[in-house]
């Protein structure tokens, strides 16, 4: 009974994050100004990082984990470069 309430729940969580995978990616393409498609793609990676999550729930491999972990290192890293890029013009100063 738990594994099915379990699958049901995986499968669930998976249909609504490919949702704001494809809402994320529309606003990033659509996005009138450029800070709503750093706003787009911030969503984009957290939405990528744990649909990631969902499929190491899925298979109970541990692959996907350390993978979720560094799309979320460098999603970080990318969002705080573009951020900084927005507001000074630069990235390195």
Known sequence: ????????????????????MALALARMIRGPRAQDRVLG??????NAMLMLLVFGIRTGSTLYFEAALVIAI???????????????GEVIE
Not at 80 to 87: E, N, V, Y
């Open 1 to 20: 009974m738990s594994e099915t309430i379990l699958s049901v729940a995986v499968t669930a969580a998976q249909v609504m994050l490919a949702a704001a």
């Open 74 to 88: 460098l999603g970080f890293v990318a969002t705080a470069a573009l951020a900084k890029f927005l507001m000074r």
């Open 41 to 46: 793609l911030d969503t984009l990676y957290v």
